[in-house]
């Protein structure tokens, strides 16, 4: 029997850990040519997420768990949870059931099929329209910038074969950026598209800083745009700074007694190019700072406790 991981990253999931078990564990039972493992990998919960996986272990030694010994983020844990699955493909879906379950039978399906990455591209969602326009904004961006080909609409949940994540684990990258590794491995991608439900219960872990931070890190992992954008736009601005110099210079030589220039060019000028260098300088710092993670060489994550592996 082939074997698929299951991994669920979660964080505070106290209302949603039993259910999305329940729902996973429906699904294979459906799959009956299928063994499985559901590992949740807990990123230091401090409500009773953890108790209750410890309740569902001790019943069913399918249910694996790690726990981290602090909160190391929404990017570096469930990464490393699908490093730790042991299965034929990895299937990611979150704790909250915005990733509907029932899919997993349409991924194994295109996995049987030979594709070996089965990405879920959603298309509508409960979610606020501001939040939906918000994230369509930034797909199109990164489709823009990226100098690998981004899928819009997907957001971590998917199947990948082994190959595929062996193929990551040889990158060892201290602060991956899921979502664009699976397109720059290059094997042949099936897309099954859904519409993401509303959370029901608890609260979304995800802030606005932390929608900036992932949103910056793919930008900074896949284009040199806005570093190449800056060097552009400051060369046009030298050059402009110039023509209006000497536009200013003649206009006086010809007009002396009767143009005054006054004060105020000179403040607006001054304004516009201070924001302009404080923006490209906040660039650099990002891919300063990405760097920086990448040369650490930080682990993904210190392990607390591991239980049924």
């Known amino acids: 029997m082939k074997l698929i991981s299951v991994v669920t990253p979660c964080l505070n999931e106290e209302e949603n850990i039993v259910e999305i078990y329940r729902q996973v564990k429906a699904v294979f039972a459906e799959l009956k040519e299928y063994d499985y493992e559901h590992i949740f990998i807990d990123n230091a919960s401090t409500d009773a997420t953890v108790p209750i996986l410890k309740e569902l272990a001790a019943k069913d030694k399918k249910v694996k768990i790690i726990v981290n010994s602090r909160n190391f983020g929404g990017i570096r844990s469930p990464f490393y949870g699908y490093l730790q699955g042991k299965g034929d493909a990895v299937i990611p879906i979150v704790a909250d059931l915005q990733n509907p379950p029932a899919l997993i039978v349409d991924f194994i399906k295109k996995w049987e099929q030979g594709y070996k990455s ?3 591209v959603k298309r509508k969602s409960a979610e606020s329209p501001l939040m939906l326009a918000v994230r369509s904004f930034f797909y199109k961006l990164m489709g823009m910038l990226s100098e690998v080909e981004q899928i819009e609409g997907f957001m971590g949940f998917g199947l990948f074969d082994k190959k595929v994540i062996d193929c990551i684990r040889k990158i060892d990258d201290p602060y991956p950026y899921f979502r664009g590794l699976i397109p720059e491995i290059g094997f042949e991608i099936a897309r099954v598209e859904y519409s ?32 190449r954008l800056a060097t552009i736009l400051g060369f046009l601005a030298s050059l402009t700074s110039i023509f209006i110099g000497l536009g200013y210079l003649i206009y006086k030589l010809i007009f002396w007694n009767s143009f005054d220039a006054g004060i105020a060019p000179l403040v607006i000028g001054f304004f516009f190019f201070a924001a302009v ?29 591991r239980i049924n592996f």
């Open 196 to 227: 993401q439900p509303k959370r029901k219960k608890g609260k979304t872990k995800y802030s606005l800083y932390n929608l900036y931070d992932a949103a910056m890190h793919g930008i900074t992992n896949y284009s040199k745009v806005p570093l």
């Open 118 to 120: 089965v990405v879920g």
């Open 277 to 305: 260098q404080l923006f490209f300088i906040g660039i650099l710092g990002e891919y300063v700072g990405s760097i920086h993670t990448k040369v650490l060489k930080r682990p993904l994550v210190i392990e607390k406790e």
